[in-house]
């Protein structure tokens, strides 16, 4: 079955550190997203990607960055990890632009 | 500026009773509405999503109705059930143009 995975499931890292969240999906979909996720704030899109070396800024890409050298993967940068990033981060493909996402699991991602 | 304010942000309900959760948006040009559904550790699923040529959809016992004058929609669980307690999200885009915007999410928990 088709699937997008997401790893580690689970970091705590020191600020100032780099950080890469990889985002991994075998639907073949073009579009690719990365949400972050806060009580009080719901799903805040980060960055997203179109195809192939297409990538954009979403409500919230301040601090971060991804890049897209292929179909199946995105994986996501903080290049300074900040206390303020600390947040559970979804991964997200889609067929289609504006259309049903599929998620990951989750990142857990604690800056201390 | 929120283009998806959704409300309440918690709810409790009788286990047999109706779930209703309130969506609004600003944007006219939004022409996909989509409902997501969370359990605790895991990503959203697409639970149910209507578009605005049509005023209600129903599914089993999840309906979205869409009112395209008041820019308002909602989603009602009918005979709650404590298996439906999960946190759910409202969204809209444009098909075919933007990501997915979603709102802040709703925390339902159904008591027997």
């Known amino acids: 079955d088709a699937e997008i995975t997401q790893s580690p499931r689970h970091k705590i890292t020191e600020t100032g550190r780099q950080v890469t969240l990889a985002c991994h999906q075998t639907w073949n979909h073009n579009n690719m997203f990365w949400y972050r996720q806060d009580l009080g704030h719901g799903l805040r899109l980060i960055h997203y990607?179109?195809?192939?070396?297409?990538?954009n800024k979403g409500e919230v890409s301040d601090g971060y960055s991804v890049s897209r050298s292929n179909t199946e993967d995105l994986p996501l940068t903080l290049e300074s990890a900040a206390s303020s990033q600390t947040s559970v981060y979804f991964c997200?493909?889609?067929?289609?632009?504006?259309?049903?996402?599929?998620f990951g699991e989750g990142s857990r991602l604690t800056v201390l | 500026q929120q283009q998806v304010k959704q409300s309440p942000q918690s709810l409790i309900v009788q286990k047999g009773g109706i779930s209703i959760i309130n969506c609004a948006y600003e944007n006219t040009a939004f022409d996909y509405f989509p409902w997501y559904q969370q359990f605790p550790g895991k990503g959203p699923a697409l639970l149910i999503a209507?578009?605005?040529?049509?005023s209600e959809k129903k599914e089993g016992r999840f309906t979205i109705s869409f009112n395209k004058s008041a820019k308002q929609f909602s989603l009602h669980i009918m005979d709650s059930q404590p298996g439906d307690s999960a946190t759910y999200f409202c969204?809209?885009?444009?098909?075919?143009?933007?990501?997915?915007?979603f709102g802040k999410g709703t925390r339902l928990s159904v008591i027997a």
């Open positions: 997200a493909s889609s067929d289609f632009q504006g259309g049903e996402l599929f």
């Open positions: 969204a809209a885009s444009i098909s075919g143009n933007t990501p997915l915007v």
């Open positions: 990607s179109y195809g192939v070396h297409d990538t």
């Open positions: 209507i578009r605005p040529d049509v």
